[in-house]
């Protein structure tokens, strides 16, 4: 299986690809598209974009376009947009994030655990900067480092990741200033750690013996050793509502 095949299974019952709640991701999109309801909304690296279709879905005016380089997610997202009925509004495109421009302007974009793909915090926001109108907002999701990772953990996302203040200062330096923000908890961090393992693990033991079986099994145990043996106490999530400094 392909590393975005493996991705998807592990993301099956949690609600997004992010430590957060279902009431974080409302409260954390309601605040971002406050006064932009009848606007537009840009996902880079989206996925299978339930961001999108949530916001769609809670606002009628609002007009969406999602952006990823995995088809297979795409055709999710469209599946799952016509189910909802708001697949008229949104608009996706298969291609690199990185790659993506537009005509039109957007009003407020989402970058949620997707700055690796930019190469971090500030090229990716020097990418979204000029994909938004004037007053555009954008919603910035980001592990961080809440203490060194443990020998198990020092290849995972805590090992190259800077503390909160330094993940701040990285988006003051480049220009943006978090107007609202949400640190995930324990509860959501732990939700879906176990989520992914278990999504992966459940999905293979009811496969037949195979080597999609055991490249799932071995996924999960990789995932869950990095984050028993260190990645939980050394990795915290924060979800940032910014905009411009200027």
């Given at each position: ?68 380089a995995d088809a297979d997610a795409l ?85 190259g990741a800077p503390d909160l203040a330094g993940t701040v200062a ?77």
């Amino acid at each position: 299986m392909e590393r975005h095949e493996i991705s998807r299974i592990a993301h099956h019952d949690h609600p997004i690809a992010a430590p957060l709640s279902d009431g974080a991701v409302h409260d954390l999109l309601a605040r971002l598209l406050r006064g932009r309801e009848d606007g537009r909304l840009l996902d880079l690296g989206c996925g299978e974009s339930p961001w999108l279709v949530r916001a769609l879905a809670a606002h009628p005016a609002l007009r969406a376009v999602g952006v990823d380089a995995d088809a297979d997610a795409l055709r999710t997202v469209l599946r799952t947009a016509q189910q909802l009925g708001v697949d008229r509004r949104i608009g996706l495109h298969h291609r690199d994030a990185r790659e993506f421009s537009t005509v039109e302007p957007f009003d407020a974009a989402l970058c949620i655990g997707a700055t690796r793909t930019f190469g971090g915090i500030g090229p990716a926001l020097a990418a979204i900067g000029p994909l938004l109108a004037p007053g555009g907002a954008v919603l910035l999701g980001e592990p961080y480092r809440e203490r060194e990772p443990a020998p198990l953990a020092r290849e995972s996302a805590a090992a190259g990741a800077p503390d909160l203040a330094g993940t701040v200062a990285a988006v003051r330096d480049a220009g943006w200033l978090p107007v609202a923000g949400h640190t995930s908890t324990r509860t959501e961090l732990d939700a879906y750690a176990w989520a992914r393992t278990g999504s992966l693990t459940d999905w293979a033991l009811d496969r037949p013996p195979g080597p999609d079986r055991d490249q799932a099994l071995l996924a999960a145990a990789d995932d869950r050793e990095q984050w028993l043996g260190g990645q939980r106490e050394a990795l915290g999530f924060v979800t940032l509502v910014l905009r411009r400094s200027a």
